[in-house]
């Protein structure tokens, strides 16, 4: 009997999309405003949902504070109130997509999981654009 548990979270951060080897004319027209070069913030949503069977003993998928800590330690210290672009070694070379973003915070989060539980985690760019992996 499979149950998904959820948690979400939030983090701020900074960003820019482009492509050096792209000219001027060819980022506006792919990345829009993304691709402004003093860099834009967004206010990232995540929701984090982890699925496997209920543990006989305690109840739990999982237990919901060990969650709560790998999403702080993993996304929010490593992301929040960070530049994506400059700040973050998985971005160096990376372009800072959402799409991008929610496959670095699934292997980052998944890694740290017991390995019989799935992940599926759903990140929000805006209230309106989200993606979501699920590896
Ligand atoms: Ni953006």
Redesign the pocket.
Known sequence: MKVTVSRRAHFNAA?R?YRKDWSETKNNAVFGK?NNPNY?G?NYELIASVTGNIDQETGYVMDMKVLKQIIKTEIEDAFDHKNLNLDVPEFKTLNPTAENIVVIIYNKIKAKLESHLDLEITLY?TPRNFVTYSG
């Open positions: 960003h999309l993304c834009h967004h760019e």
